[in-house]
């Protein structure tokens, strides 16, 4: 070949070769080349959890659950400690793993050989008359011999007797009535209803006067929308039916009483039987309204006042003393025999575990406790039926290597709730350095249904709009064209500054057990469940709570028929978990606390201010503080759209998400309500006054204003005027810039 | 040409063009392609920042720093804030972001138009003598107006008068010596010396036996060798002129006093003077050696203890009152007199930070306080003239764009320090949050060469490791063939049962800045020095400490001429803080924690098994945290090395360094120890006790011993075991693995 020909076809080999090479290098992408987009939430898969959650399971496992009574350490309590280790365990649709947690804690028994009395006894010592010692047997179900008698758990033993003396809701104010109407209340016994103030208030309160003994019954005018005659009752309807009693806990703290602030592991320091606070001081003893109206229906004494009066079909007295016409003679006494006994007692909780694919040491927490009072098929079994199916549908795609969550998932199945929330209680102590560190977020969904009206959400502020989100994907039960979301607002709302009319969010007390997880550990909490249509009852909650009456056929007939607010209530509590623990930015909204400040602030202005500003307090540095956390909360929501963009690098993501999961233990601290156990969340402690502000500053503003003289009472004002405003500060510079 | 000619050019081009492809792909790295490998400890940039800090440099800056007098708050401390600013925005040598935070806080003066004075009055009121008002000056400095008359800070002003005593070091059991000598302290003024337990407690034990006033002064055997003539004293030598007096503060606990709790800004919740705790009850006033001289070597009564006596060159006797054929007649009294006042003060911090280039949450705190007494050349400016050489070479090398550390460093200058502690405790208190969540470790470098012999730190067991390797790099002041940690090791060593023999880390008290770091906030803490060869000196402390002898000149001449001892500080803390900020994995072993806990448990086996046995008090659950606690750390040790090999997942990265940095923070417990402000870390509390172990446990058993029949304090020694092993359990669950 020419010169020139071997030139060209070097030059066109070489050509080919470099053609070759360039298409290798840009054109073919690398196997593990760059930034395979990070985990975020799946919509798809949201689609196919919602879709496999499923009424009719739900129902099959409510109808196991409540099968038999399963109170706190019963046999029928460790079978199901057992089932649920065997579902969590299921090769096909169980989690990583699952294990059971045992804590030796004390919980109070009535005497089987020795049942608790309640009756009238004559001048002459006669009993004239005595209160059911069981709720009749309508179903079946009430005759089971592991029905626990009524008893108010952690009242003394003890027999006081004395006159009868009718003391409302038994709050201090009640007690002080009678005082102010010449009620000699010294030695009485005080019948209550339930609802006002908590169960054991009603003894504590009573004590301080002098009163030695408290029966507490459901006023039917509270509970049954004044239906109280058996044909109008359960079985027949959902009411509660004459029998009925409602049993409970009369501790006023929460957690095992022995070990505050301890877990009741084997090095768990004790506190003595006689140095624990917080037990009723004096015996009590619920009774059903069957009993309450023989005794209150022949009470004599002055009218009570209307506020008092219930739907019992008489008038309501004051006592002391019969009615001189009535059916026992006027100085009749009434004598309360209490047997109760505490005993410590293994209680299980039981966790799983599914973990997570990309932060593990982040956990998404839902839980739900598993002790009933009797056969518990609403509280808490709904719940727990729920619970069961989400982890199943969960487990089963893990299982099949179709999904594992960003974050890691706890389920967790708490012991001794009834007790006062103590298998949670003891966890959070247990694992408190773990959990503070590392929870994202903790749900509750005790009740799944108390009625099937309406979604009711409750939630510290970050949780509103993770919960808006799901329920707006959800279909409402029964309303095909509507959303969960939709029916919510329709039924509950408020006007918002920020997002106009929206569903109204409720705030968490110690109701379950997210009460640990929000109070004490600083973790964004919520509770989810389907509840009434206010407009159609009045009742205080549904009527047979806590009562041998709460039974399978309770909620199959009359509460969720074919279980379809169980599946919603499954669907907008599975898609709020899988929202936290799937997406790469924590779905929480900071801002949302900025609105909650704000209103905060301007009810203590409205309200507190033309108190304080004459004695020199000043809200000032509490509205700068809050002006702080406004301004802060803004710039980290318009970082994160700007971060929404541009996700590829995991510590820019992380360092966000760590920002939004730590501003709610921002809110703690240990030192602001010494005095009240596990209390440490400066907004959201318990508040006696009734202005909606933080509760500290609040509290001590109220109690200054009974003693305006004492400096020290507006010392403590402005102690806790300081505490709300460090912790504002505090959780503002959470969410500033890091460096 | 034929068609096997065709196809075998078309295969031979195909094959050219196929290996181009081959050749493109896999042979040539793409551009921005996977996983540069992550910023870790660059040892190149360790050798120039270590040949960078200058020893010169280090001399210029404590010749400015000590120039004047710079007290908290006086406006020579205010000019150094403004220097502190000016080097820290220097745009060719300085940091990132610098900022003053001020806070108000309560400071304790003497009155400078009434002095404190203290005198002997004859009986008849003749005044005899005088103590002197301010030290002799002997080089000019101490005449500087702005130098402050000796006093002690806190102690209450007033004029006790009475018999005079000699209590030795006012500790309780001093006191009680006193009394069984049958000396009477009703109304007496106790002459102490400095040494054996805090300034404070000298005046507190001394008022609960009546004492009316106390003197303190400082011994020539206990700082000077004995030596103690004016010719062989400073500016002749090291030792404290006669005139010398150590200031201090005499607050018991720490932080600004009105505070406790709360950061002092604008609306911190501030006590009134009459409710804090922890000032001295009754008027004290130090005094120089020349003065108690005067004194002690008149005084009467019965001889003193040997262990009593001192080098003032006479036999020190009890009291009360003077010998009969001394200098005063017999019953002549002393004196006391002080003017002190309580005042608000603006108080400074001054930060500098540099931004962390890949986890800018995550903090590596450096500081030492500014403040003085007087030129305060030693204490504190001599580590805050390293200081400045470490932040001028790293700011530097930031400035030029050669470096930025992985975590955030912020550089910290506290004020009020000499105060008790006060700057860095209300920046604790401020930014409790962001500290408590994102600190990695805090090095404080207070007095950086208190003598020029070896190596002195302290610190948590985690920081160990890390002060080994950095001590490891930097070659020994004037021992050109041994490095640091060598002459470190030959000067104070032990037996490790896991490293065989290796230098000792000291523990933290509350001694400097470091205390809130590591008792309120739980974060790994060190303070780095240079000191003494303890068999060639048995000075408590660097004999001009707190004196107006404390100046340039003094460090020049005796404590380290060239500087070169300052300069093996700066290299040995900046190649802890660089360790820190830049390593990928955190240098911290939690297994040295390991070695600790089985100490502590040893301790408590030995000394209180025997005490606690025969009371059915069980050290086995303690026990058994231990062991799990070491179990989880060499799991943990060895997961890190694995993830050594493949450290390619960041996330994975920072979970196992949060477990590291978290680890110190799950010793903490709020509740713990309620009456000591701020001690929350369970393991490094003060310990009375003299057993070695759990401080919270050791004092309860040596409280209990006094009162073996009383229940409640075995139920103290119960609680506290208690929250021994809840501690230790809770920091082993931190090291577990995460899901």
């Known amino acids: 070949m020419q010169w020139w020909k071997v030139t060209l ?68 309590d460790e079978d199901l400690v057992r089932l649920l280790l065997q579902r969590w365990q ?3 649709s169980g989690l990583d793993a699952a294990e059971q947690g045992v804590y030796e804690v004390l919980l109070s028994f009535p005497n089987q050989e020795q049942p608790n009395t309640v009756r009238v006894v004559s001048p002459g010592g006669a009993i004239l008359f005595s209160a ?55 030695g009485t016994i005080a019948l209550t209803r339930y609802g006002g103030v908590g169960r054991g208030a009603k003894a504590v309160n009573g004590a301080k006067h002098g009163v030695a003994g408290v029966l507490v019954y459901t006023d039917p005018g509270d509970i049954n929308d004044n239906l109280k005659l058996p044909n109008e009752t359960f079985p027949n309807s959902w009411a509660l039916p004459p029998s009925g009693v409602e049993r409970g806990s009369y501790y006023e703290h929460f957690g095992d009483p ?18 624990i606070q917080g037990f009723p001081p004096i015996p009590t003893q619920p009774i059903g309204f069957e009993d309450a109206q023989q005794l209150l229906c022949n009470l004599g004494g002055s009218p009570a006042p209307a506020a008092w009066q219930g739907a019992l079909g008489c008038q309501y007295r004051l006592g002391p003393g019969f009615l001189d016409n009535g059916q026992f003679p006027r100085d009749s006494q009434v004598n ?70 960003r974050r890691s998932v706890v389920f967790a199945s708490w012991g001794a709730e009834e007790f006062g929330l103590i298998g949670s209680t003891e966890f959070t102590e247990e694992f408190f350095t773990k959990l503070q560190e590392w929870a994202v977020a903790y749900i509750n969904v005790d009740i799944a249904v108390f009625a099937n009206a309406t979604l009711r959400a409750q939630g510290t502020p970050p949780a509103q709009s993770v919960i808006f989100s799901a329920a707006k994907q959800v279909p409402a039960p029964g309303k095909s064209t509507l959303t969960v979301y939709d029916s919510w607002l329709q039924h509950s709302n408020r006007s918002s500054p920020t997002h106009g009319v929206i569903p109204s969010l409720g705030s968490l007390g110690a109701g379950s057990d997210y009460a640990a997880f929000v109070h004490f550990l600083g973790i964004t909490s919520m509770d989810i469940a389907y509840t009434y249509d206010r407009s159609k009852t009045s009742a205080r909650i549904y009527p047979t709570y806590h009562t041998a009456f709460d039974t399978f056929q309770y909620v199959e007939s009359f509460l969720d028929p074919g279980f379809i607010s169980h599946q919603a209530v499954a669907r907008t509590a599975a898609n709020t978990l899988l929202r936290l623990s799937d997406s790469l930015l924590l779905p929480f909204k900071t801002s949302d606390y900025s609105e909650t400040l704000r209103g905060f602030l301007q009810a203590a202005q409205e309200a507190l201010g033309p108190v304080l500003t ?81 509760p500290g500053l609040a509290n001590a503003c109220e109690e200054a204003a009974k003693t305006p003289d004492d400096p020290k009472a507006w010392a403590t004002v402005r102690k806790q005027l300081s505490i709300a405003a460090m912790a504002v500060v505090g959780a503002a510079i959470t969410l500033e810039p890091v460096a």
């Open 614 to 694: 004459p004695r020199g307090i000043s809200l000032e540095p509490l509205a700068a503080a809050v002006g702080r956390f406004e301004q802060a909360a803004a710039k980290l929501d318009q970082h994160i759209e700007t971060l929404k963009n541009n996700p590829s690098d995991p510590l820019k993501v992380r360092m966000v998400n760590d920002q939004l999961m730590l501003l709610e233990r921002a809110f703690l601290n240990p030192r602001a309500f010494p005095e009240k156990y596990y209390y440490s969340h400066v907004l959201w402690a318990p508040r006696t006054s009734s202005v909606p502000t933080f």
């Open 90 to 92: 299921n090769p096909e």
């Open 258 to 275: 022995s070990t505050p602030y301890f877990p009741s592991t084997p090095f768990a320091f004790r506190l003595e039987n006689a140095d």
């Open 336 to 405: 309360v025999t209490v047997h109760n006994r505490v005993e410590l007692r293994n209680s299980s909780n039981v966790l799983g575990v599914i973990r997570g694919a990309v932060e593990p040491d982040r956990y998404v927490l839902y839980g739900n406790h598993r002790d009933s009072w009797v056969h518990g098929a609403v509280d808490p079994s709904s719940g727990t039926a729920v619970l069961l199916e989400i982890s199943r549908v969960l487990g089963t795609l893990v299982k099949k290597g179709t999904w594992r969550p």
């Open 9 to 76: 076809v070097v030059v066109g080999l070489a050509a080919l070769f470099g053609l070759g090479i360039i298409l290798g290098h840009f054109g073919i992408p690398k196997k593990d080349d760059p930034t395979p987009p990070p985990q975020d939430l799946d919509q798809e898969l949201l689609g196919t959890v919602m879709s496999q959650l499923d009424a009719h399971r739900i129902q099959e496992n409510l109808r196991e659950l409540s099968l038999k009574p399963h109170m706190a350490t019963t046999p029928r």
């Open 132 to 186: 059911r010692r069981s709720e009749e047997n309508l179903t079946g179900e009430q005759g089971d011999p592991e029905v626990v008698q009524p008893y108010a758990a952690y009242a003394p033993a003890g027999t006081p007797q004395g006159l009868l003396v009718y003391a409302n809701r038994g709050s201090e104010s009640d007690y002080e009535h009678l005082k102010a109407q010449g009620v000699n209340l010294t």
